[in-house]
T-cell receptor, first 110, second 114 residues
């Protein structure tokens, strides 16, 4: 079935890079997404990558896609305390809805 | 602010009761999605509507139902509530519901069943 897996926690120091990893199951997914959830708020789209791309860079964010291994990663350069949040990886399901991982809680220590 | 409005923000009720959660999509968006977020299950897709019609169904229990009205707002009805229904319920909207465009999420309704 359709499933998205990601580690639950990541802790980094301010100024370091953060790398959040995700694996997905549906090789036909055309788009893969990263969403961010801050405390008390809904999910906000951070970035996405089209399946024919290997990498996408957007300011401090770098998304890497390995289609062979069905592995997606999000790198945040120069992580700041304001980046502390839960990050969700998502793929588009067969019905067109988004299928989310359980989220990775990123804690940034000053 | 995503432009998606959900009410109420918090809801506390007892087992066996029925509640209605409301969602107003972003202006111009025709599609509404409902998701349930819990600690153990993560974010589970419940149901999607497009311009008043049901488009896709996920892990929605028979005790739950939803509809989208002509003004495009949507309601999620939860009945015969159980303790395990306690969760954060999100509504999201998108312009066409094709699945390729951005989803904009509301801030959610926190449901506590006591």
């Amino acid at each position: 079935g359709e499933d998205v897996e990601q580690s639950l926690f990541l802790s980094v120091r301010e100024g370091d890079s953060s790398v959040i990893n995700c694996t997905y199951t549906d090789s036909s997914s055309t788009y893969l997404y990263w969403y961010k959830q801050e405390p008390g708020a809904g999910l906000q789209l951070l970035t996405y990558i089209f399946s024919n791309m290997d990498m996408k860079q957007d300011q401090r964010l770098t998304v890497l896609l390995n289609k062979k291994d069905k592995h997606l990663s999000l790198r945040i350069a120069d992580t700041q305390t304001g980046d502390s949040a839960i990050y969700f990886c998502a793929e588009r399901g067969s019905q067109g809805n988004l299928i989310f991982g359980k989220g990775t809680k990123l804690s940034v220590k000053p | 602010d995503s432009g998606v409005t959900q009410t109420p923000k918090h809801l506390i009720t007892a087992t066996g009761q029925r509640v209605t959660l409301r969602c107003s999509p972003r202006s111009g968006d025709l599609s509404v999605y409902w998701y349930q977020q819990s600690l153990d299950q993560g974010l589970q897709f419940l149901i999607q509507y497009y311009n008043g019609e049901e488009r896709a169904k996920g892990n929605i229990l028979e005790r739950f139902s939803a509809q989208q009205f002509p003004d495009l707002h949507s309601e999620l009805n939860l009945s015969s509530l159980e303790l395990g229904d306690s969760a954060l319920y999100f509504c999201a909207s998108s312009s066409t519901g094709s699945g390729y465009e951005k989803l904009f999420f509301g801030s959610g309704t926190q449901l506590s069943v006591l």
